[in-house]
């Protein structure tokens, strides 16, 4: 069992509609979740960083952690062309460990 | 503006030859990372160094060397030892190994062996 599992797609949906991205992993001592895009050919940028389980909101975008079943979410409201990307989950348990990625999940919103 | 920066962006080397990748920051970060990224194989680490003169292999350091003589430069060179270099090569930083391990990337080099 791979430590971190992330679909990856295609994900194609219409523009407008609510956008769900998830994540699992394996290791219970992961407690930092993070949501990076990458634009095709470009370097991930950090979108959501979350310490713990709960509930994040920045503008359209929303994290969810559930810590208890090992799952994150990324949630995209009123969705954008040009929320059109590939979404990379990524988590640590701290220190020098470093960061485990998901293979990222292609998103595609049609105009 | 505060930021890391690659070069070059695209990068074609014979098979046999070393290459040099720089990576350059001006965040005042601690930690560099080198990670590969190939086509639905997402991130895998190389190396990382979390202070001046110490670094560390990640998951597939082999063929490849990193140097880190000063704090805001983390150059990677894919040696002839590498099978198969032709990849996306991304540099990350962050303000120390630890803590929130927040990680913050460059563009990107594309590395293609003819």
């Known amino acids: 069992q791979k430590e971190v599992e992330q679909d990856p797609g295609p994900l194609s949906v219409p523009e407008g509609a609510i956008v769900s991205l998830n994540c699992t992993y394996s290791?219970?001592?992961?407690?930092?979740f993070m949501w990076y895009r990458q634009y095709s050919r470009k370097g991930p940028e950090l979108l959501m960083y979350?310490?713990?389980?709960g509930n994040k909101e920045d503008g359209r975008f929303t994290a969810q952690v559930d810590k208890s079943s090992k799952y994150i979410s990324l949630f995209i409201r009123d969705s954008q062309p040009s929320d059109s990307a590939t979404y990379l989950c990524?988590?640590?348990?701290?220190?020098?460990?470093?960061?485990?990625f998901g293979k990222g999940t292609h998103l595609i919103i049609q105009p | 503006d505060g930021g890391i920066t690659q070069s070059p962006k695209y990068l074609f080397r014979k098979e046999g030859q070393n290459v040099t990748l720089s990576c350059e920051q001006n965040?005042?970060?601690?930690?560099m990372y080198w990670y590969r990224q190939d086509p639905g194989q997402g991130l895998r680490l190389i190396y990382y160094?979390?202070?001046?003169?110490?670094?560390q292999k990640g998951d597939i350091a082999e063929g490849y060397s990193v140097s880190r003589e000063k704090k805001e430069s983390f150059p990677l060179t894919v040696t002839s030892a590498q099978k198969n270099p032709t990849a996306f090569y991304l540099c990350?930083?962050?303000?120390?190994?630890?803590?929130?391990?927040?990680?913050?990337f460059g563009p990107g080099t594309r590395l293609t062996v003819l």
């Open positions: 979350t310490y713990s389980s």
């Open positions: 290791n219970s001592a992961f407690q930092y």
């Open positions: 990524a988590m640590s348990r701290g220190g020098a460990d470093g960061l485990t």
């Open positions: 990350a930083s962050s303000i120390m190994a630890g803590a929130t391990d927040t990680q913050y």
């Open positions: 965040l005042n970060h601690d930690a």
């Open positions: 160094s979390q202070i001046v003169n110490d670094f």
